[in-house]
């Protein structure tokens, strides 16, 4: 238990060496959140997971900002006493929120750590010292396009490819990424863009031996993800349906998925995000650390998690090279075997590097006690 003395919140925004689009739209620019805490016992910091716009979920930066410095932080700032592990409690009267919650969550375990001389990875319970590295790609112009990205990330090492998908192009690019590398571990992430009325490329995607489809249908369709999984041979997985260790534990009983990706910021945490890797792995559902495209402090943290047990497939966990040019942080590097080691370091095992993070600042507020 420390006392909070202060929040200072960041905007920061770094360019991405290449567009990434989805169903839902384009990136060309990271834009986060980012918070730094001070306690008694020294600073943490945090990185929020949400976008600029509410595409992916009902939270953007801009909301994050105000509920953190309107209502989480005269609350927080106001406990005589605050640990990570009280924070849910602390703010359980917040509905919601749950990215600008897991960073503050995320800053508050980086400062206990640091004081206590303990990673994050032990912290949770990580029981590897590396994780293996799937990656993203992006909706291409061109099939050609595509296939050429798959190559060149499959030179790099990467273990699994995870293709995004929109009606319309879905059959045609994933057949030709599957001609292409027949023994291939694939996968497609379709961001909720389809109705179970308009299922029929999702049956036909069944043909290709594809690990997983990823998140076909809305985010509030448990039941019709349960009819589809019914219908498929290949595993659902659910992304955005999982908000909670309740989601994921309804989503597994209904049988709506048969895999769960897991994102801290997504379920409001990394402690609940360990509660939802407990959830699964004692139903033996497998279980997989999906990407924000993060920055160095939020992929710090995805590492930590990934080294959990349930954590049997490989993750959004790339190198902050396939992101990043120059990253706030250290770089994080994939070695040619398609792993990344997980952090050891105390708390987070990074910090931003000063001079780097005063160059992609673009507003900074500081909250103290009123
Ligand atoms: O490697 O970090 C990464 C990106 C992985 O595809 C990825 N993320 O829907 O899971 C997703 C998608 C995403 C990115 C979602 C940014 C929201 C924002």
Redesign the pocket.
């Known amino acids: 238990m420390s006392l909070l003395r202060a929040i200072e919140l960041r905007l920061v925004a770094v360019p991405l060496v290449r567009p990434?689009r989805?169903s839902f739209g384009e990136?060309t620019v990271k834009e986060a959140v980012l918070c730094r805490v001070e306690t008694d016992d020294g600073e943490g910091w945090g990185e929020c997971?949400a976008?600029p716009d509410p595409?992916?979920?009902e939270e953007f930066n801009a909301s994050v900002w105000l509920v953190v410095r309107d209502h989480m932080a005269p609350r927080l700032l106001a406990a005589e006493e605050l640990s990570a592990e009280r924070l849910g409690e602390a703010l359980a009267w917040i509905r919601g929120h749950r990215m600008a919650k897991a960073m503050l969550e995320m800053a508050l375990l980086d400062a206990e750590l640091r004081a206590a001389g303990k990673s994050l990875a032990d912290r949770l319970g990580a029981v590897r010292d590396r994780v293996e590295c799937g990656?993203?790609i992006?909706i291409a112009q061109t099939t050609e396009e595509l296939l050429e990205h798959v190559s060149g990330y499959l030179d790099e090492g990467y273990r699994r490819i995870?293709l995004?998908i929109e009606p319309g192009t879905d059959v045609e690019r994933v057949r030709a990424v599957r001609e292409a590398n027949p023994d291939v571990p694939l996968s497609v992430?379709a961001?909720a863009a389809y109705s179970l009325e308009d299922a029929g490329a999702l049956r036909a995607l069944d043909a290709f031996d594809l690990l997983m489809i990823?998140?076909p249908l809305p985010h509030e369709d448990l039941v019709d993800h349960a009819k589809l999984q019914r219908e498929l041979r290949t595993a659902v997985c659910l992304?955005?349906s999982i908000r909670s260790a309740a989601d994921a534990r309804a989503a597994i009983e209904l049988g709506s998925c048969r895999i769960v990706?897991i994102?801290q910021g997504r379920v409001g945490g990394l402690l609940e995000a360990v509660r939802v890797h407990d959830v699964c792995r004692a139903r033996e559902i497998p279980v997989w650390c999906?990407?924000?495209?993060?920055l160095g402090i939020g992929r710090a943290a995805n590492l930590a998690l990934g080294g959990l047990p349930g954590f049997t497939l490989p993750g959004?966990?790339?190198a902050s090279r396939?992101?990043f040019e120059d990253d706030l942080t250290e770089p994080f590097v994939m070695a040619a075997d398609g792993t990344m080691g997980v952090p050891r370091g105390v708390g987070l095992g990074v910090v931003p590097r000063p001079e780097r993070l005063e160059a992609c600042t673009s507003r900074v507020e500081l909250l103290r006690p009123i």
Not at 290 to 294: A, K, N, P, R, T
């Open positions: 990434f989805t990136e997971v976008s595409g992916y979920s990656v993203s992006g995870k995004k992430d961001n990823e998140q992304d955005e990706n994102k999906g990407g924000m495209l993060e959004d966990t790339s396939r992101y």
